[in-house]
């Protein structure tokens, strides 16, 4: 009985590596993914998302909790994206 259960823990054990390692490659090719879009958009001349000043103006008010929930009602992103995408205007600042 105790074979079987350390078999199991092993078996549990490989699964969560091979997902975590599929997760990380997955991080890395939109990662990359955003820099090609962000160097497309500026050669094409694309003007920025019109939201954007909005937020930066509640972020430069401390407003950080409002411009979130500002992005994901206007951007459809979830929690975590949406504090993600408020950072990453806040770094550019």
Known sequence: MEYIQLALIIILFLIALNLWT???SLEGRIKGLQYTLKQLTKQ???PENPVNAALRKLIKEGEDIKA????RE????SL???KEYIDKLKEEN
């Open 22 to 24: 599929k997760v990380d």
């Open 44 to 46: 094409s001349g694309l």
């Open 68 to 71: 979130i929930k500002k992005a």
């Open 74 to 77: 206007t951007l459809g992103l």
């Open 80 to 82: 975590l994206e949406g």
